[in-house]
Structure formats: structure tokens, C-alpha cells
């Protein structure tokens, strides 16, 4: 039975999101002919939110979107309760208690998971914490990762010059609020962004390769930078 439920094509959310409106305007019309009560089908509306929450969490299109489909499902599951009257207090009294919680647990995970390890240079490490204020950074020479914190300013890290053995990976972790942050990297790197956005954006703004522009003849895979951490009212842009 779960087997069948994963292989199952895909739904997408704007399908259900569409069918939404258009039941919401035959409520609307039954409501006007005086068959139905629209204020108490209406009550309804969180399931949309459950129904895109558990295509999102069945049907993964990427590594966050498990994750993403059980914060949909919750957040509809109490604004249902909340919709008939189950439960008391509103979500948006909770908001901004939760995004403290996150805010400070994303900092602590990352200064504990960004340790360089002992005997490595720290000089092949980025580290950069703006607040209020602006950065620049550029490197040159082996790249092992690093992290970014930006409070209400901007960053901007340069990594042109910078290397990463082919085969491996290096990792940055970052953590944005009210800012923004501009990483520029060399264009035979493959980026992976892992990052989780809260009314935020992560841009690839990279040209794509010339027709005919030469490639690293290499068997080995490219270098591979991941991008890591939490963005929140800012944004991530990635340049070439």
C-alpha cells in the first residue's frame, strides 16, 4: 500500500490549489441559491494547506520537501482546530516565540557542526559575522568551508580564486536575517543550497557555459560546495 502511494505520479500543489478555488466558488454560488451555509463550509479552508503538505511530504522533489510537507500539514492542522473552535490560541501568538527557538537553535547547530577540526589552517576557513553592517571577503587557495552570519547587513564572499580538490566538498554555513548575501564562485563548481528560507530567496543568477567553452576532461566529479543554514526576510545570491 505505501509502495503504491510513493510511485504514484505526482500532484501538483497549484492543481490543488486550483480545485480549491474553484470548489470555494461553487460553495459561494450554493451559498447565494440558499442550498448550503457557506460560513460553516468555509470553516474548512486549512485543509488545502494539509492536502499541499502531504503531496509535498509523499512525493519529495528534493532533499527539504519531506520536511517542508510536515510544517504545511501542521500549520493547517492547527488553523483547522483553531477553525472549529478545538483549540484556543491563534498561531501567529506562537509566530514569533518559534522563530526566536529557530533563530537560536540554527546558530548553536552551526557554531557546533562549523568546529574546524583540530590541526586543520584556519585560513582555508570563511568566517564572516556582519550586523548592521557590511563585509567583504575574497579567497584564494584550498577552500574547506566555513560559515556566514548576516544581522540586518549584507556579505559578500568572493570565491574565484579559491579551490576545492575535485571529488570533494566544502561547506558553508549560513545564517541570514533581514540581509543579504552574495557568494560568487568559480563556474566549474556544483552548488548544492540546502538552506531553509523563511519569507526569504535563494537566487542562481550564474551564467550558463558557452557553447563549446571547454570542460575539465577530469573523470573525477567536480568540486562541490554546499550551502547550508537559515535564511529569513533576506536572500541568497549566487553569482559566476
Excluded: C
Amino acid at each position: 500500500m505505501d509502495r503504491e502511494l510513493h510511485d504514484r505520479r505526482p500532484v501538483p500543489p497549484r492543481l490543488i490549489v486550483g480545485a480549491s478555488i474553484a470548489v470555494l466558488g461553487v460553495v459561494l454560488t450554493l451559498d447565494r441559491l440558499g442550498l448550503v451555509n457557506a460560513n460553516q463550509v468555509l470553516r474548512m479552508w486549512p485543509a488545502v494547506l494539509i492536502l499541499v503538505g502531504l503531496e509535498h511530504y509523499l512525493h519529495p522533489r528534493d532533499g527539504r520537501s519531506s520536511t517542508r510537507g510536515i510544517v504545511w500539514m501542521a500549520l493547517g492542522g492547527w488553523l483547522l482546530l483553531y477553525s472549529m473552535g478545538a483549540v484556543t490560541v491563534h498561531i501567529w501568538d506562537l509566530f514569533w516565540p518559534a522563530v526566536l527557538i529557530l533563530v537560536g537553535t540554527n546558530l548553536v547547530m552551526q557554531t557546533l557542526r562549523s568546529s574546524a577540526p583540530s590541526g586543520e589552517d584556519q585560513s582555508q576557513r570563511l568566517s564572516i559575522f556582519a550586523v548592521l553592517g557590511g563585509a567583504k571577503r575574497i579567497n584564494a587557495g584550498p577552500f574547506h568551508g566555513g560559515e556566514i552570519t548576516a544581522l540586518m547587513g549584507g556579505a559578500q564572499v568572493d570565491l574565484r580564486q579559491a579551490t576545492i580538490e575535485r571529488g570533494a566538498e566544502a561547506a558553508v554555513d549560513i545564517f541570514g536575517v533581514m540581509g543579504g548575501i552574495e557568494i560568487i564562485v568559480p563556474p566549474d563548481w556544483t552548488i548544492s543550497t540546502p538552506v531553509m528560507s523563511i519569507l526569504g530567496a535563494i537566487e542562481d543568477k550564474r551564467l550558463a557555459p558557452l557553447p563549446g567553452a571547454p570542460t575539465a576532461t577530469s573523470g573525477a566529479p567536480a568540486p562541490r560546495l554546499v550551502l547550508r543554514g537559515l535564511v529569513m526576510l533576506g536572500n541568497v545570491t549566487l553569482r559566476g
